[in-house]
């Protein structure tokens, strides 16, 4: 039970975010955190939830609105699946459609979660037992949710070509084309949720004598059981009697019903799809024909994709438009693409250790690559690459005692054919290829995905039809995705056509609420003027600050002018362009060239990514290659849970986004993760870079003198300007990952799990163990605030040292800064901890609201500020050569041979 003073704070914050969104001018900006706060703390008011919702969807089409709801894509998907609000209206979900209509990569990415998250719910574990886990009720959501999202991958947005065209030929203004975009998209999920959400009366049921085959052993049978079953919604319900308590569900989209041709007894059938096989028996044959009928209709009911992996039915295909195919073709195969490369995993996991760096490369080259996927380690405002072809000789295995993660690389390709902008993003190209090009024709009504009967769109728009954008020239297609796909504009001028500086309140809102001829709902109202008055008095406020914290993207070039969509813009990795490779950029600041090649020839091999790339496109790009080609990689993990991992590398890029918005030079590397099922996942490679452990063991380590001895031999005397600059970029990078490990109390820091890259930057990874969850438990050897070795103290040149100083005032910054930032950060953790699955959030030792405890409690939010400096000084002091810290690097030395 909260205390009053904790009640109080509470409101206050409740009161501070809605101003900062809606009660001040925020100059076009809308402040994603602190919407999903909003979300949060609004939870149990429909109102507000639905009035936040149409708010984010009217000002999506922004690039950093965008970016800000992928961003937090992972708290609105737990806010969906785990909220149990009594709602008439599917308000998240509806909001969720909408956004996914926008964007296939947003509907890709959501379609994974959802995944997961039927995995973690879902009635029955792989080995056929209960789950333990097992939850109908989130379980049947992520269902529902998941078929609609697929439903909106295929069907898109209705009308955007034809508007497309009546924008180029000069027929509505952008205002209207935005207008009416947004309006199609409401109305299409709109459309989809309804048909879910209509009541068929009283659901068929009846009572059924059923075996279940488990999915081990053969389909081993079980004994007859009777239970009572019902359909509604798709599913196929079994309860241990009527009104009794609900067993198991089945999802029937998709599924198989039939005859059991080979039963012993009389009015059997089954019942069968990916996860489940029930053979059934009815009394009477009247009974089993009906049964069969109302299960057949079911399960073919707005059936899109099957659930056994395989192409629906062609009597469905056969109704969808030119443009309807290709987004489910797309769809199916990106799916399938990254399925496969899951699958590589964990078919060698199997495999002895000394055949797997030989079947490696067979299986690479057996991969099915289909001719429009890509890599979905990105955002949808990332430059979009085609996957073209493996390349296999370079293929890396790991051999660790329980999984095979599998490094990949492949050619990929930008700027092809019809798509001549080599830097178009990955939401501009998938919006050209599927919602532009897909049909020369007048798009299809929207009685393609609605039941008999139902309304059509209510906007009139012209049929007639122009030539395809395809005909006329790419240049002018380019000009026009690149118009409508994203939104910048800045917020409206005055009635005197500028922008007026002291005009009050936020003008977005304001547009809002007359264009949607609403108010602010009463929960948000008073809170803003409650706030006015607070001002109105100067009083404190607490530690919200009033200014949002823009989350860092990946530096990448401007796709805002024009002149650029010719000019290939080049990273870290090498491009081929026109038969010439351009050299990828090293990024080596200060460091000399000199001491960049010694670096490379322990860390990298003697191959820098640049290079590696570039041989890689020599070796397999051939002549008649058309656009820019680059080499994207990946690594591949199976038997592994990603998602916990997803959230704190989430909570890093969260820090290095507050720590670069108070100016501070602390450097952190932020990297993607994707979790494609409860046990797959994908993970962006790290280039230039080794393991400590990996650095050690290379030949040319000093076998004496240690890390400080490496750097003066890879970067010259410690006068030298390239060891001062490579030593700044250890401490940074130190003092950031000092930080987030205290803060997210990340263990398991090992020299495996903590890598280094040509620069001097140290890197940190494998975040298994967070928010205070260690290998141990209570009896971890890992006390420490952080780890601290005496190696560490010596690259900075000893605890006395100048630049050793600035560790310790950094460090003390970037605290302050993170404490500053303490509720949104709390919020975060928060919402995922809410009927979490997580290791870190769930048991007797990390459950019931333990993690976030400690996590304000590192945060030291109830020190006074006049005892705080000490208090944060202290950490370093005690982290310095602690005793813990040697053992469990021993211990790991012993374990695992991780070097010391």
Not at 202 to 222: D, H, N, V
Not at 846 to 860: A, H, Q, T
Request: with cysteine; net charge negative.
């Amino acid at each position: 039970m909260a205390s009053k003073k904790e009640n109080e704070e509470l409101e206050k914050f409740k009161a501070q975010l809605v101003d900062d969104v809606f009660g001040k001018d925020t100059h076009g900006k809308v402040q994603m955190e602190k919407v999903v706060m909003l979300f949060w703390q609004f939870r149990d008011d429909p109102s507000v939830i639905h009035f936040m919702s149409q708010f984010v969807a009217k000002f999506a089409g922004s690039r950093d609105v965008f970016a800000g709801i992928e961003f937090y894509l992972p708290q609105l998907a737990h806010m969906i699946i785990h909220l149990e609000v009594d709602w008439n209206d599917a308000i998240l979900e509806r909001f969720a459609l909408v956004i996914a209509q926008q964007s296939l990569h947003f509907a890709l990415q959501l379609n994974w979660i959802l995944q997961g998250a039927i995995e973690d719910y879902e009635p029955e574990l792989p080995s056929g037992e209960p789950n333990p886990s097992y939850n109908p009720l989130y379980y049947s959501r992520c269902i529902k949710l998941l078929q609609n999202i697929e439903r909106c991958a295929v069907y898109g947005r209705p009308r955007s070509a034809e508007l497309q065209r009546l924008f180029d030929q000069g027929k509505i203004t952008k205002e209207e084309f935005d207008i009416m975009e947004l309006h199609d998209r409401k109305f299409n999920a709109l459309q989809i949720t309804s048909l879910i959400s209509q009541s068929k009366g009283e659901p068929f049921g009846g009572e059924l004598l059923y075996k279940r085959k488990i999915r081990t052993a053969c389909f081993k049978p079980k004994p007859w059981k009777a239970r009572f079953f019902t359909i509604e919604d798709r599913m196929l319900n079994c309860y241990n009697s009527k009104g009794g308590n609900l067993v198991r569900s089945m999802p029937l989209e998709g599924a198989n019903i039939g005859n059991e041709e080979d039963g012993k007894y009389d009015n059997m059938f089954f019942v069968s799809n990916r996860g489940f096989h029930f053979v059934l028996r009815a009394k009477t044959s009247d009974d089993m024909e009906k049964w069969m009928a109302e299960l057949k209709d079911e399960s073919k009911s707005q059936s899109i994709f099957s659930k056994n992996g395989e192409a629906s039915p062609m009597d469905l295909l056969k109704d969808l438009t030119p443009s309807q195919r290709a987004r489910y073709n797309f769809f199916k195969h990106e799916r399938d693409f990254v399925r496969d490369v899951c699958d590589i995993a964990e078919r060698l996991r199997f495999k002895d250790r000394a055949e797997r760096k030989v079947l490696a490369p067979e299986y690479m080259d057996e991969l099915n690559i289909p001719e429009c996927v890509y890599v979905p380690l990105c955002n949808s405002t990332d430059i979009w690459r085609r996957i073209d072809r493996p390349i296999s000789k370079d293929v890396k295995v790991f051999n660790t005692k329980e999984r095979c993660p599998v490094i990949m690389h492949f050619v990929s390709k930008r700027g092809e054919n019809k798509f001549p902008n080599v830097n178009l993003d990955v939401a501009e190209f998938l919006h050209a290829q599927f919602d532009i090009l897909g049909d020369s024709t007048a798009v299809q009504p929207m009685e393609a995905i609605a039941e008999e009967n139902s309304e059509s769109i209510a906007v009139i728009l012209p049929t007639e039809t122009s030539n395809s954008p395809g005909e006329n020239g790419f240049d002018i297609l380019n000009e026009s995705v690149h118009r409508s796909i994203w939104n910048e504009t800045s917020p409206g001028p005055d009635a005197n056509g500028s922008l007026n500086p002291n005009q009050k309140g936020n003008r977005q809102v304001q547009a809002f609420l007359r264009s949607n001829l609403s108010g602010l709902p009463r929960n948000l109202a008073t809170r803003i003027a409650s706030r006015r008055r607070l001002n109105s008095q100067n009083k404190d406020f607490g530690q919200v600050k009033g200014e949002s914290i823009p989350i860092l993207g990946d530096a990448k070039q401007s796709q805002d002018d024009d002149d650029d969509k010719s000019v290939v813009s080049v990273e870290r990795g090498s491009v081929l362009t026109g038969g010439e490779v351009l050299l990828g950029d090293p990024e080596v600041g200060e460091v000399d060239m000199e001491s960049m090649i010694r670096a490379k020839d322990i860390v990298t091999g003697g191959e820098s990514w640049a290079e590696k790339t570039r041989r890689m496109l020599q070796e397999n790009v051939i002549e008649s290659d058309t656009g820019a080609a680059e080499v994207t990689s990946l690594m591949a993990k199976s038997n592994d849970d990603l998602r916990q991992e997803v959230f704190v590398m989430q909570m890093i890029h969260f820090y290095k986004s507050v720590f670069a918005k108070a100016d501070l030079p602390l450097w952190l590397k932020t990297y993607r993760i994707l979790s494609v099922s409860k046990d797959t996942g994908l993970i962006e490679v790290l280039t230039d870079a080794t393991s400590l452990d990996g650095l050690k063991k290379t030949e040319g380590y000093p076998e004496d003198g240690g890390l400080r001895r490496y750097f003066e031999l890879t970067y010259g005397e410690p006068t030298s300007k390239s060891f001062l600059a490579a030593q700044r970029n250890f401490m940074q990078s130190l003092a950031g990952y000092s930080l987030v490990t205290y803060l997210l109390g990340l263990n398991d820091r090992h020299n495996g799990n903590i890598m280094i890259d040509t620069r001097g930057h140290l890197m940190h990874i494998d975040f298994g163990f967070a928010f205070g969850m260690a290998p141990g438990h209570e009896f971890s050897f890992e006390k420490a605030p952080f780890k601290m070795t005496k190696e560490y103290i010596e690259v900075l040149g000893g605890p006395d040292s100048e630049i050793f100083q600035e560790f310790k005032e950094l460090f003390v910054a970037g605290f302050m800064e993170a404490r500053k930032n303490s509720l949104i950060a709390s919020g975060l953790v928060e919402i995922m901890m809410y009927k979490s699955n997580y290791p870190c959030f769930t048991g007797s030792r990390y459950g019931n609201g333990i993690p976030l405890k400690r996590f304000e409690d590192r945060l030291m939010l109830h020190v006074p500020e006049n005892q705080l400096r000490r208090k944060i000084e202290g950490l370093v002091h005690g982290s310095m050569e602690h005793f813990g810290t040697f053992l469990y690097d021993a211990f790991q030395k012993w374990s695992n041979d991780y070097e010391i």
